[in-house]
């Protein structure tokens, strides 16, 4: 997991912890997301789910989840929090 990674994690953890009240910034980077990938965030953060719970609920693989959760994570870092 890189930095990026791992920054973006915890402030979109800290960004969704009145879930499903976030800030405006934060709800328009959600609407950006492909619906696959915001429903692993939501669902990881908002639903407190596991990601076993996630994927077998969306009937997706562990895998993707993770790596859904972790190209969420990467935007979150780079588009939300440095403005790109």
Known sequence: M???VRVGKCRLRVA????PDVDQQTARFLRSLHWRVR????????E???????????RISRE???????????AYETEVLTGK
Not at 39 to 46: I, K, L
Not at 64 to 74: I, N, P
């Open 2 to 4: 890189t930095l990026q």
């Open 16 to 19: 969704l912890a009145c879930w």
């Open 39 to 46: 429903r692993c965030v939501e669902m990881t953060h908002g």
């Open 48 to 58: 407190e789910m596991t990601q076993d719970q996630i994927a077998a609920h969306l």
């Open 64 to 74: 993707t989840v993770s790596s859904d959760l972790a190209r969420a994570y990467s």
